[in-house]
T-cell receptor, first 112, second 114 residues
């Protein structure tokens, strides 16, 4: 079945710097790749997603890139702020299914 | 619109007991998926229900089961509880059209098995 690897597991950056989190997936049929942010004690919330027919998507300070050939996708956060501190999860899905396979998560800490 | 709700928020059970968790999706959403979240295994897919039918299933033993009602509300049942079942159980709802849709998560039910 599908397997999603996420790196790094922890990431610490200075406020204002950029943060990059990378994920690789195993199933070439996967075609939907969301990113979720989970703050401590709260529910995961979608921050951005990308479908396989698009190589890049941007929403203000957040962007996601997808390389289908290499089967990896990345989350980029620019001009980081303290409220960006959270655990970020990547996920993959295929065939219009609502089954998400998640990466292990990245704990991002923004240092003021 | 009201968000996804889950009840109860916290549960403490002992080994061997069974438990039922409930999830009410966003109005108009037809799909409900369930996930188990633990520090060691992360977020793992349990199953998805759509129009009262299980449409997808993860790799969990048969002790984990679910159902969906005609109003799209869903329940999840775990029988013969084991210590390893202690986790945060999250449900997520989506409209579920032809493409994979954004899933909106509920606050979760924290299950502790003693």
């Amino acid at each position: 079945g599908e397997n999603v690897e996420q790196h790094p597991s922890t990431l610490s950056v200075q406020e204002g710097d950029s943060a990059v989190i990378k994920c690789t997936y195993s199933d070439s049929a996967s075609n939907y790749f969301p990113w979720y942010k989970q703050e401590l004690g709260k529910r995961p919330q979608l921050i951005i997603d990308i479908r396989s027919n698009v190589g890049e998507k941007k929403d203000q300070r957040i962007a996601v890139t997808l390389n289908k050939t290499a089967k990896h996708f990345s989350l980029h956060i620019t001009e980081t702020q303290p409220e960006d501190s959270a655990v970020y999860f990547c996920a993959a899905s295929k065939g219009g299914a609502q089954k998400l396979v998640f990466g292990q998560g990245t704990r991002l800490t923004i240092n003021p | 619109k009201a968000g996804v709700t889950q009840t109860p928020r916290y549960l403490i059970k002992t080994r061997g007991q069974q438990v039922t968790l409930s999830c009410s999706p966003i109005s108009g959403h037809r799909s409900v998926s369930w996930y188990q979240q633990t520090p060691g295994q992360g977020l793992q897919f349990l199953f998805e229900y759509f129009s009262e039918t299980q449409r997808n299933k993860g790799n969990f033993p048969g002790r984990f089961s679910g159902r969906q009602f005609s109003n799209s509300r869903s329940e999840m049942n775990v029988s013969t509880l084991e210590l390893g079942d202690s986790a945060l159980y999250l449900c997520a709802s989506s409209f579920a059209g032809a493409l994979t849709d954004e899933q909106f998560f509920g606050p979760g039910t924290r299950l502790t098995v003693l």
